[in-house]
């Protein structure tokens, strides 16, 4: 899954996001540029701020919350974050320095830590090495679009601070649009191996051609400019992935728009977001106390309308809420 740190929103061949990358990796006066209309916005139309100096908003320290967090990790004094490798605008992404992350997540992670009095710190890998790291300890919590299901419960604890929403990435101006199985039958269909958009769209695929429907032609991409290189020369009529990152890439271009949305838990569940801890290591009562803080004191609502991902936030975090079920043998 790596990717150049300048592909930023990760669709290099279409125009005018070339002129929105060659800006980022410009000078310092980019920021100004990207603040504009021509440059980075939110799909709510926030200007985007791209540069490190991100002036995040922040929240106080609760004594009480913080005292929940396990002794080895207040000792340490900082709480290791793990996100799958930063090139997924606005959910994490690198600023106009190639090396500071900046995004909603990265902006929930700083209010949680903000909360537990920990100095966060940030740990891009690849998406299979996310769980690898929280099995070996090795990182304290995972907020990376980690989405709740019924397996993953069965090795990690979940608190959840987002609504887990899939889009439908095609090219402007079709007629085509998604709204359940029947809809992408016949159709050349892209997704990232390993995640959930990849499950909904096999049982999809299953349920059409059991109801003799054209089977759906899945392509396989682990990285963003695959995808999108794709999708612009025609090769996939559309990629399913996380609707902010669809969204928020559709802004940019200006050449795509999302089609459809649906729910990452599928029919039966409504799809949720966690912070993802290895089970039973005692940090998830602290992180959902410190996420229902930020919820309840404001801050969480300005950082998703920062990004303009207001319609998935949360009214209260769950601690291992009814996840996307397992798949049957």
Known sequence: MSLPRRALLAAAPLAALLALTTACGS?????ADLAAPKGAAAPN???VNLTPEQNR????KVDAIAALVPEEIRKKGTLTVVEAL???PPLAF????DKTVIGVEPDIASLVGNVLGLKVEFNPVSWENIFVGLDSG????????ITVTEARKEKYDFATYRLDILGFEAKKGGSWKVTGPKDVAGHTIAVTSGTNQEKLLV???EENVKAGLKPVDIKYYQNSTDYYLALSSGRIDAYLGPNPTAAFHAVQTGETEVIGTYSGGGADVLGKIAAT??????LVKALNQALDEIIKNGTYGQALKRWGLENEGVKASEINPPGLPKVAP
């Open 138 to 145: 090795k990182y304290d919590v995972g907020l990376s679009n």
């Open 203 to 205: 049982s999809w695929n």
């Open 45 to 47: 139309g926030a200007s």
């Open 277 to 282: 801890t290895k089970k039973d290591n005692g």
């Open 86 to 88: 930063v090139t997924v």
């Open 94 to 97: 690198y600023a106009n320095d």
């Open 57 to 60: 908003v922040t929240t106080p």
């Open 27 to 31: 000078s310092p006066d980019a920021a």
